[in-house]
């Protein structure tokens, strides 16, 4: 074996080699085995190594066209470090192009709390699937000097292309994690301390805490497959590659990024036809119409206001809303 071999899951890696392998993940009741799909590619010069995945969220499919086309312009003999690529993270998942496994939870839903794995890191090796699987990715992540963390809303919602900075102490990852992220040029970036996004348990929030830095980046629409929104991802990777000196040439960055500090959703209170009224990714100003709700016989029954300026950074592409469903989320400027 050379010094600058690479072995990972079992698998050797040479310089300047590529090699897809598939690591056992779990069993189902009739004996097929589910496996995680990985591409390795260890460079033929020195450098750092990147994790990339995608799909931990089984309807997330731009995330995993993003990474394939990424991956498709790295010439493992021009790279210098080494790529893990994971582009489903949820096989089980993903098989059922849902947010989650849902037979597997239906199967025994109190026993698979928790059962989103992107909230479970770092994992249990003898926990539940979710568990398990955060634990088999965690493994892989530290290993890693820097991993990005793809995603897509659920069906319904929509996002720009926005990285989501980890909320850990200051210190040397999580400056590391943001230069990143100024890296990759997505034309937005949120770095808060409140919301889901910067919970214990979040993938990058638990990567980022391990020494290893990393942002969320969201992207498009669950359940889609959106080319222009592939195109932007594809080129925000391939900026990540060229901005940590692991391919030549400079990144493409969009220009400026704007920079948000939190998110500020809406909420219905009343039913109806959501009508969406001003562009994703837009700013506004407090007191603009951002929305209204119509009734089923044509009337107007809620108004949704701009409670602050800020960007519309998400939002509800569902024809309809129930009270309390997400309609509208801004992204306060710094």
Same mark, same amino acid.
């Given at each position: ?51 990339? *995945? ?8 731009? *995330? ?136 214990? *348990? ?133």
């Amino acid at each position: 074996m050379s010094d600058r071999d690479f072995e990972l899951a079992g698998v050797r890696v040479e310089p300047g080699r590529a090699r897809r392998a598939s690591l056992p993940l779990l069993e189902m009741p009739e004996g097929t085995a589910i496996q995680l799909p990985l591409l390795l590619v260890n460079g033929a010069a020195p450098g750092p190594r990147l994790y990339l *995945g995608a799909a931990i969220h089984g309807d997330e499919v731009n *995330g995993v066209e993003i990474l394939a086309g990424a991956m498709a312009q790295v010439d493992p003999a021009r790279l210098a470090g080494s790529v893990v690529c994971v582009p489903v993270q949820n096989p089980l998942a993903f098989h059922g192009d849902h947010r989650i496994p849902v037979g597997h939870y239906l199967k025994s839903p109190l026993d698979q709390a928790p059962i989103d794995p992107w909230t479970a890191f770092p994992g249990s090796t003898t926990g539940n699937f979710a568990e398990q699987l955060a634990a088999t990715l965690f493994a892989l992540i530290r290993t890693c000097d820097y991993a990005i963390d793809c995603h897509t809303p659920t069906r319904g919602g929509r996002y720009p292309p926005i990285t989501i900075l980890p909320p850990v102490a200051p210190g040397e990852p999580a400056r590391r994690a943001e230069a990143l992220a100024e890296m990759f040029g997505a034309g937005y970036v949120m770095k808060t301390a409140t919301g889901f996004y910067v919970r214990d *348990g979040i993938l990058a929030v638990e990567a980022t805490r391990a020494g290893v830095p990393a942002f969320t980046f969201e992207i498009g629409e669950g359940g889609r497959l959106e080319p222009d929104m592939v195109a932007e991802g594809i080129r925000c990777v391939t900026n990540a590659f060229h901005g940590l000196g692991m391919l030549p040439g400079p990144a493409r960055p969009p220009g400026q990024a704007v920079r948000m500090k939190e998110f500020l959703g809406l909420r219905a209170s009343r039913g109806g036809i959501l009508h969406t009224e001003v562009a994703l990714g837009a700013p506004v100003r407090q007191g603009d119409v951002l929305a209204r709700t119509v009734s089923v016989y044509g009337d107007d029954v809620e108004v949704f206001r701009a409670p602050a300026d800020g960007i519309f950074i998400r939002s509800t592409t569902l024809s309809t809303v129930t009270t309390g469903e997400r309609v509208v989320t801004l992204g306060i400027l710094e």
